[in-house]
């Protein structure tokens, strides 16, 4: 931390300030790493203990590392996308043929994506040492956690982010929500990777409590859980975001050897229906409530079609669910309570 910053944070903060003093690293070790043997640990294990013992102080090191990785596995998993989609190989694959963004579109997306990420997502980010050891979270900890408790842990988060993100997005999708917040969104109706986040403040911060809250309930029933983990965690969950606005349904995507995975193909239809497929990771939500029957409608048309004139049916079908997206949306850009969470019940795509 700079002197400046943290003359700043003296100055107008001084219980924060005595929390972000930064020792040496021999009293760094001796402090977080009392008898701990660093040649005993595997390589993934030391260099991370070594990471914290060079920053010198675990609040800054979580932070510093945290947002990092938000930060690279995010542009790092959106910026391929922007490549494939200039390569005309891939196009075949792309969902929405038709419809492409233009250099502005992705510079304006960029420009939101990271006002967020540093005014919204930052100081959260920042702070997410303390609250993990306030929920008895592992950080600086090392070992880590055995391999099939970590696949666990996980599997349980995206169970629970699932469900969390299904009833919220729902929820935005209810006119004033709607209006005032997850209109942003939803300019896409070819989504991007890269526009995953390309979001209102506040929905960006609703729905991120899906992928933490998770873990902290997690820490209030069990004492095993490493922020490691968590990384890992945050790691695909971004993944599959950034994927599912990617508008791309490869025959070697996740949800051809996953039935009930989302995906891309799901997704977009959202995008372009707007009373349809609100799901993140799993179909299971929307198929229990169905709110994927006209997805389901236009998929059966589409594969009952005589197989010369499928691409014609298909693209039939699809500018009529578009028409159909484009007026339940532009009434809930009017505030309307309602147009949001209608239609999905109409099944029939005629």
Excluded at 56 to 78: C, K, Q
Excluded at 103 to 126: G, N, S
Excluded at 167 to 184: E, M, Q, T, V
């Amino acid at each position: 931390m700079s002197a400046v910053a943290m003359d700043f944070v003296s100055k107008y903060a001084p219980g924060i300030a005595e929390h972000l003093v930064i020792q040496n690293a021999t009293e760094t070790q001796n402090t977080l790493y009392p008898g701990v043997d660093l040649n005993s640990l595997s390589w993934i294990e030391k260099t991370w203990a070594e990471y914290y013992i060079a920053v010198g102080n675990p609040i800054i090191a979580t932070g510093m590392m945290s947002f990092l990785l938000h930060e690279i596995v995010y542009f790092g998993r959106a910026i391929p996308w922007l490549i494939i989609d200039a390569l005309p190989y891939f196009q075949k694959w792309k969902i929405q043929p038709n419809k492409h963004v233009s250099r502005a579109q992705i510079w304006k997306c960029t420009k939101v994506v990271l006002l967020t990420h540093f005014t919204c997502e930052a100081p959260l980010i920042l702070a997410f040492h303390p609250i993990c050891c306030y929920f008895g979270m592992k950080t600086f900890e090392v070992p880590f956690t055995s391999l099939a408790v970590m696949a666990a842990q996980i599997a349980f988060f995206f169970v629970f982010e699932d469900t969390f993100h299904y009833w919220a997005h729902r929820g935005l999708h209810y006119g004033p929500f709607y209006k005032h917040i997850h209109k942003l969104h939803h300019e896409f109706s070819a989504p991007i990777g890269l526009a995953a986040e390309y979001a209102h403040p506040l929905e960006v911060l609703i729905l991120a409590q899906g992928t933490i809250t998770g873990p902290f309930i997690y820490c209030l029933f069990r004492g095993d859980l490493h922020i490691f983990t968590v990384y890992v965690w945050i790691t695909l969950r971004l993944w599959q975001a950034v994927d599912a606005h990617s508008g791309y349904d490869f025959p070697w995507s996740l949800r051809t050897f996953i039935p009930f995975w989302a995906g891309a193909d799901h997704h977009d239809f959202h995008h372009a229906s707007f009373t349809s497929c609100f799901s993140t990771s799993f179909r299971w939500w929307d198929y229990s409530l169905g709110t994927d029957v006209k997805y389901h409608a236009y998929k059966d048309r589409v594969a009952a079609a005589k197989k010369s004139e499928r691409a014609a049916v298909e693209k039939r079908l699809f500018e009529e669910v578009e028409k159909e997206g484009i007026k339940a949306e532009r009434i809930a850009g009017m505030g309307g309570g309602k147009a949001g969470q209608e239609g999905h019940s109409k099944g029939k795509i005629e």
